[in-house]
């Protein structure tokens, strides 16, 4: 029983802004795993595909080392991408440039590794699916000589930034050609995979390029901070 008036605790949360990558840095990125050493056949053909994959397509990195080549459907343009971070699959729409460079790795993928649709997309030497550990390793390790200055609250550019520029870039295009951006907020919640439209407003609340866009709109949906964020 309560004898006296507890406090009323208020949780602040900050949303830490992104690294949002330019053009020629995504462009360095994948030239940068080009020119990984070959410690066996697929090596840097495939970090580039993944990288490529998930700054194209805006995936989690979960999401794009659970691929199979049963979720790879290159003659449809589309990938599957299935039971993600909230219990869903979704089938995502890809550009045709990106049709292409898949279709490259693909090609040189199934002349060494496993082709039943079972089998990991992106193959690691062992013929299983990339750890993610090891990809962050690899993607820390590429950073210095690119010569990148984080431009978020983080200490460096990460792997995840390439799904926040996605997202960014897309909504800035949409802005520009002057589509609904209301419409187009639920197209990219539906894309991204978010449990709520809220995920993708406080998913970009804390992005300079669309302050000005989103930021009003935020309001809307601000009693939902306290509920968490989205990823």
């Given at each position: 029983m309560?004898?006296e008036?507890?406090?009323?605790?208020?949780l602040?949360?900050?949303?830490?802004?992104p690294?949002i990558?330019t053009?020629q840095?995504?462009i360095?990125?994948l030239?940068?795993a080009?020119?990984?050493s070959?410690?066996?056949p697929?090596?840097?053909l495939?970090?580039r595909?993944l990288?490529g994959?998930i700054?194209?397509?805006?995936l989690r990195?979960?999401e794009a080392l659970k691929?199979t080549l049963?979720d790879?459907?290159?003659?449809?343009?589309?990938?599957?991408?299935?039971q993600?971070?909230?219990?869903k699959?979704?089938?995502?729409?890809?550009?045709?440039s990106?049709v292409r460079?898949?279709?490259?790795?693909?090609q040189?993928r199934?002349r060494c590794?496993?082709?039943?649709d079972?089998a990991p997309?992106f193959?690691?030497h062992?013929?299983?699916?990339?750890?993610?550990r090891?990809?962050?390793?690899?993607?820390?390790?590429?950073?210095p000589?690119?010569g990148?200055?984080?431009?978020g609250?983080?200490?460096?550019?990460?792997?995840?930034?390439?799904?926040?520029t996605?997202a960014?870039r897309?909504?800035?295009r949409w802005?520009?050609s002057g589509q609904?951006?209301?419409?187009?907020?639920f197209?990219l919640?539906?894309?991204?995979g978010?449990?709520k439209?809220s995920?993708?407003y406080?998913y970009?609340?804390g992005?300079?390029?669309?302050?000005d866009t989103?930021?009003?709109?935020?309001?809307?949906f601000v009693?939902?901070?306290?509920?968490?964020?989205?990823s």
């Open positions: 309560r004898t008036r507890e406090p009323v605790i208020t602040h949360i900050e949303r830490l802004a690294h990558y053009h840095e995504i360095q990125l030239d940068a080009d020119r990984l070959l410690t066996w697929l090596r840097a495939t970090y595909n990288f994959l700054a194209a397509a805006g990195l979960s691929l049963g790879v459907d290159l003659r449809a343009a589309a990938i599957t991408v299935r993600t971070k909230f219990h699959s979704r089938c995502l729409p890809i550009h045709p990106t460079e898949l279709e490259l790795y693909r040189a199934d590794q496993s082709t039943e079972r997309f193959v690691s062992d013929g299983g699916h990339l750890p993610t090891t990809v962050e390793n690899v993607f820390r390790r590429l950073q000589g690119l990148w200055r984080a431009r609250d983080h200490p460096y550019p990460r792997i995840h930034d390439l799904r926040h996605m960014v897309r909504l800035q802005r520009e609904s951006i209301d419409h187009a907020m197209w919640c539906t894309y991204l978010h449990a439209i995920d993708t406080w970009l609340s992005i300079p390029e669309l302050m989103i930021g009003a709109r935020f309001e809307r009693g939902v901070v306290g509920q968490g964020g989205a």
